[in-house]
T-cell receptor, first 112, second 114 residues
Framework: NAGVTQTPKFQVLKTGQSMTLQCAQDMNHNSMYWYRQDPGMGLRLIYYSASEGTTDKGEVPNGYNVSRLNKREFSLRLESAAPSQTSVYFC???????????FGPGTRLTVT | SQKIEQNSEALNIQEGKTATLTCNYTNYSPAYLQWYRQDPGRGPVFLLLIRENEKEKRKERLKVTFDTTLKQSLFHITASQPADSATYLCGGSYSGGGADGLTFGKGTHLIIQP
């Protein structure tokens, strides 16, 4: 099992550009999440998908959109990147009943 | 809003001693708390989960407690080793259903000195 995979690993964008961060899990998990991690701020939830076909806002959803493409894949889109979105983005998934989350390796995004 | 607080300053412990990390929460008790380990440049890795109605959980050298009176969880690593050096994250769930994500503290950077 590859677990949770994320692409790309690194990305540099100019202000106003758009991009999509990809996440996939091969553990047949129902729920998936996008977090961002900034120095001194900890992990903050952006969006989550409790099950295939549903998505909900987390703590910091502004400037982002998500798509739960199927049970395996959950993508995060930045429509018009801003320097404030410079961060490390983590995707996670959980089976549900045991509640532990499995995290991907992260995407390091810099917006200039 | 709910808040999870950890001392984000570095905690230095001598090898072989017990390291104790603190996680405090405000307002309502989370339905459960999870502890994760994060190494530099990597994603968090799950360690232990404790539910609101549990006092203590153990796994090998790890122990976590949940005190709803003090609004606090303590995470202990006994017989600490330099390989235990990492950042430890505490995350709480307020729905109990397991699906709506975790509220994390800022993490505590633990350094075990030989």
């Amino acid at each position: 099992n590859a677990g949770v995979t994320q692409t790309p690993k690194f990305q540099v964008l100019k202000t106003g550009q758009s991009m999509t961060l990809q996440c996939a899990q091969d553990m047949n998990h129902n729920s998936m999440y996008w977090y961002r991690q900034d120095p001194g701020m900890g992990l903050r939830l952006i969006y989550y998908s409790a099950s295939e076909g549903t998505t909900d806002k987390g703590e910091v959803p502004n400037g982002y959109n998500v798509s739960r493409l199927n049970k395996r894949e959950f993508s995060l889109r930045l429509e018009s990147a801003a320097p404030s979105q410079t961060s490390v983005y983590f995707c996670a998934s959980t089976r549900g009943e045991t509640y532990e989350q499995y995290f991907g390796p992260g995407t390091r995004l810099t917006v200039t | 809003s709910q808040k999870i607080e950890q001392n984000s300053e570095a905690l230095n412990i001598q090898e072989g001693k017990t390291a104790t990390l603190t996680c405090n929460y405000t307002n309502y008790s989370p339905a459960y708390l999870q502890w994760y380990r994060q190494d530099p440049g990597r994603g968090p890795v799950f360690l232990l989960l404790i539910r609101e109605n549990e006092k203590e959980k153990r796994k090998e050298r790890l122990k976590v407690t949940f005190d709803t009176t003090l609004k606090q969880s303590l995470f202990h690593i006994t017989a600490s080793q330099p390989a235990d050096s990492a950042t430890y994250l505490c995350g709480g769930s307020y729905s109990g259903g397991g699906a709506d994500g975790l509220t994390f503290g800022k993490g505590t950077h633990l350094i075990i000195q030989p």
